[in-house]
T-cell receptor
Framework: AAGVIQSPRHLIKEKRETATLKCYPI?????VYWYQQGPGQDPQFLIS???????DKGSIPDRFSAQQFSDYHSELNMSSLELGDSALYFC??????????????FGPGTRLTVL | GNSVTQMEGPVTLSEEAFLTINCTYT??????LFWYVQYPGEGLQLLLK?????DKGSNKGFEATYRKETTSFHLEKGSVQVSDSAVYFC???????????FGKGITLSVRP
């Protein structure tokens, strides 16, 4: 079965650089969520999109922005990177109908390291 | 606001031991409750879920019952295996389209 795809899987950046993380949801899933998981921490919600519109916003820094495109893939753009941005970034997608409509399906994550 | 509290870890058990991981929550209304598992170096996988009071979620020998009166969703397994070694997260979602709020997670290590 198709799963959520995230790219890249690993990313190393220097402080003050920018990074773009991509997420390709499961086909026919129109809701995408982004989470940040620091080392040894629980995942924290950043932002979500439904039908290409932002649906909810969590503790996302102003240096970060995100969008969902017409093909439902999503990108998380991070600028002026800081050491504290080093984390595992998860994308999850969810269908809006069917027996799994309550479930969020997670991708493998992108590990961002800021040096 | 919504929150999830998990018991402190880590937990180390011998193979075939009984497992209980406690989880309590704070939320208004009737949230959906989830257990996610994260194996080393991997993403989060849904282990089981329950959407209303007294529902029992089960999968791979794991069970958890949605207890509204005690606001709890404790995870249990009768006989753990080495392959169950992972980090376990309890989570809630207040509405169908809402973000997940996770507990701190607990690391389970199972010895042969």
């Amino acid at each position: 079965a198709a799963g959520v795809i995230q790219s890249p899987r690993h990313l190393i950046k220097e402080k003050r650089e920018t990074a773009t993380l991509k997420c390709y949801p499961i086909p026919r899933h129109d809701t995408v969520y982004w989470y940040q998981q620091g080392p040894g921490q629980d995942p924290q919600f950043l932002i979500s999109f439904y039908e290409k519109m932002q649906s909810d916003k969590g503790s996302i820094p102003d240096r970060f922005s995100a969008q969902q495109f017409s093909d439902y893939h999503s990108e998380l753009n991070m600028s002026s990177l800081e050491l504290g941005d080093s984390a595992l970034y998860f994308c999850a997608s969810r269908p809006t109908s069917g027996i799994s409509y309550l479930e969020q399906f997670f991708g493998p994550g992108t590990r961002l390291t800021v040096l | 606001g919504n929150s999830v509290t998990q018991m402190e870890g880590p937990v180390t058990l011998s193979e075939e031991a009984f497992l209980t991981i406690n989880c309590t929550y704070t939320a208004t209304g009737y949230p959906s409750l989830f257990w996610y598992v994260q194996y080393p170096g991997e993403g989060l996988q849904l282990l089981l879920k329950a959407t209303k009071a007294d529902d029992k979620g089960s999968n791979k020998g794991f069970e958890a019952t949605y207890r509204k009166e005690t606001t709890s969703f404790h995870l249990e397994k009768g006989s753990v295996q080495v392959s169950d070694s992972a980090v376990y997260f309890c989570a809630l979602s207040p509405r169908a389209n809402s973000k997940l709020t996770f507990g701190k997670g607990i690391t389970l290590s199972v010895r042969p």
